[in-house]
């Protein structure tokens, strides 16, 4: 890749056919926070080369956003754009920066799997996605880790749950309230109030928004004593 001239673009981004709506999203978010941004839906016009126009389009761009999934490793095209920017990123650096993004459930490929990435699968609030594309985009995702290695017993979220945002934060900010203290590691939270006002639908979200927080995440129902003695003993033999 020639870099004999600076790259003026901010951010490059590579997608795959399937995911072709998010690379949209995504150039939507950074473009609203005042960064430039390239990418092929866009850049590139039918009937023009292919190969040329891409080549020209990684040499003006200071960053590269690789957007993850199944379709993305099995591609040719994403597999060169993606080795192409890492071989001008290794050999000279200069400020440039690779985000990644997991956009649906897939194994980075070796090359990569050391580096921090941010997934947005699963994730459905529009204010969480635009934060974490964001952080991932700006390298400040260290909030954002790859779900714990134990998720289990979770409810499926609820898609209709709105305007909780304060009330989300607030329980972060309890539990963590203890710091370092011994007690952080039992701080228990109680959520309160009528029947059908969304208190499971207020934990569900809890346990999905910031569960790249805790080391893991067990759901044990205490609707039936029974039910919840053997949720916790299938915790204990879990490792």
Known sequence: MNTAHPPHVDFFISRAGADGA????????????????????????FGSNFIKRMSALLEECQSFIALLSPAYLESVYC??????????????????RLALLLVRDCQPPAILRARVYGSLDGKTNPSERRDLILAIAEGRAARYRT???????????????????????QLRSNFAGAGADLAAAVQVQAIVGPAGNGKTS???????????????????SGEARPALIAS????????
């Open 22 to 45: 998010i690379a949209e999203e995504v150039a939507e978010v950074l473009r609203a926070a005042g960064y430039t941004v390239r990418f092929q839906d866009e850049d590139i016009a």
């Open 79 to 96: 597999r060169e754009e993606l080795t192409n920017f890492l071989a001008d990123f290794f050999k000279e650096r200069s400020g440039r």
């Open 147 to 169: 779900p714990p290695p134990i998720f289990e017993g979770v409810p499926a979220r609820n898609p209709a749950l709105i305007g909780r945002d304060t009330l989300l934060e």
């Open 202 to 220: 207020l934990a569900v979200e809890y346990a999905y928004r910031f569960a790249g927080d805790y080391a893991g995440v067990w759901w044990a």
């Open 232 to 239: 916790l003993a299938a915790l204990a033999g879990s490792h």
